[in-house]
């Protein structure tokens, strides 16, 4: 059974941070990229940082040089640092792995029941 538990959401005032968690099992999470994405009522879906198997990390302009995205291999988590928290930050955040092997056309995803961020003063 592949589970993906976020934990680390709340309520916080503008300019504060949050780091939220999850932890995966059921996968060999080291071969996997990991995401984060959230989604706002009314918005679309929207991936605010991914870190590959090599390390490598991607953010979208709307987080990036506030967010960090980190993996523990040794723990099967990943971590979303979030700081200097803005109102439009606020929605669902979900984690989310993915497996494509190269030279396959296999492809494995999974995603986490998502953890409620609010930043509201």
């Known amino acids: 059974q592949v589970h993906l538990v976020e934990s680390g959401g709340g309520l916080v005032q503008p300019g504060e941070s949050l780091r939220l968690s999850c932890a995966a099992s059921?996968?060999?999470?080291?071969?996997?990229?990991m995401a984060w994405y959230r989604q706002a009522p009314g918005k679309r879906l929207e991936m605010v940082a991914q870190i590959l198997s090599s390390g490598d990390t991607y953010y979208p302009d709307s987080v990036k040089g506030r967010f960090t995205i980190s993996r523990d291999n040794a723990k099967n988590t990943v971590s979303l640092q979030m700081n200097s928290l803005k109102p439009e930050d606020t929605g669902v955040y979900y984690c989310?792995?993915?497996?494509?092997?190269?030279?396959?056309?296999?492809?494995?995803?999974?995603w986490g029941q998502g953890t409620q961020v609010t930043v509201s003063s």
């Open positions: 059921g996968i060999p999470f080291h071969v996997f990229a």
């Open positions: 989310y792995g993915e497996y494509r092997p190269a030279g396959t056309t296999y492809e494995e995803d999974h």
